[in-house]
């Protein structure tokens, strides 16, 4: 996460565009300060993926309890024949493209001689998970072409290349982590940024037994736990504050009413923080929480609604043995 120099990095001979200080820190220090002094005090989820929240949510995918990794990657090892679209020249735009496996299954599944037509755009606000991603990409795929995108989706999707051919990947149901507000204003902009035809490849983590839900987001192993706290040593770097992560207990529960994981810093203690170089402070109660993430579960009538917001329609819904999980296929009308 890099806001400060807006440059182009080579990761090898590939190019990684830095999109990010064209926000400007300030805006990205407002931001979070805002979240920090509202009566319910929280911070965005994407101040998760510095190198270590990117580390942390890699080790994430692969505990026993957090099931959606596995139920997308049994969908993904087959979609390509099932989605039965044709990829000749094609755009491929992965949003929030983190380790860049679940589209190294789809490309696996791609035959050499049209691999070699398509350009990949991994873009994700975590510099360090694209340039690893690249990495990996370059040893195993020939590929057209590949440009790495470090951008922030909720304010600059209008900086993705625009061509007539576009196909588009958002996985792992990052989408849940959308506020409805988010939802609304993401499929607006992208549906409208679309051309007829081209293609939205969405993930999504569907409703179920909240045990098993309330048992991913709290691993035996307290990873998750690591990954809620490590956005505090974030929000210092980027507002230079004191947080003391110890100071705070990890809490995630599923509310039913908004079918939704809701994840909070719990202060242990009553405690003040001083924020942005001392000028500012804040102060929490024992048992007062940060709100740090949402990840809302989906049903099939709120996925329908969605592509409605971007004048898309579902062109192939594809599930898991269990159902758990989901990928849609939205065509652009
Ligand atoms: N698609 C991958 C990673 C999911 S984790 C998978 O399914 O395993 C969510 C990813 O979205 C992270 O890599 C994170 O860095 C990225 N991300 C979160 N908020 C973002 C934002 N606002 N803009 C761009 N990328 C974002
Ligand atoms: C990236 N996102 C979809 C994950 C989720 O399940 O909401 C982030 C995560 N938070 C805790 N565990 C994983």
Sequence with gaps: MNFIDERVIKVGETEVLNFLPRRGIN???QEILAGLTSPQKYISPKFFYDKKGSELFNAITQLKEYYPTNCEKEILSSIVSRLNIDLRNIDIIELGSGDSSKISSIFRQIAPDILSTITYYPVDISQSAISNAIQGITERFELRKITGIVADFHHQLDLIPNKDKRLFCFLGSTIGNFSKREVDNFMTELGASMNKGDG????VDMVKD???INAAYNDSKGITAQFNKNILN???HH???DFNPDNFEHL???NDEQQRIEMHLQSTIPQTIMLNNNQLSITLGKGETIHTENS?????????QIGEMGGMRIGGLYSDAKEWFNLVYF???
């Design 27 to 29: 805006n990205v220090k």
């Design 200 to 203: 939205f490849l969405l993930g």
């Design 210 to 212: 909240t045990r098993v």
């Design 234 to 236: 974030v929000i210092n």
């Design 239 to 241: 507002t230079q504050s």
């Design 252 to 254: 995630a529960y599923y």
């Design 296 to 304: 809302y579960k989906y049903t099939i009538d709120k996925l329908k």
């Design 331 to 333: 065509v652009k009308g």
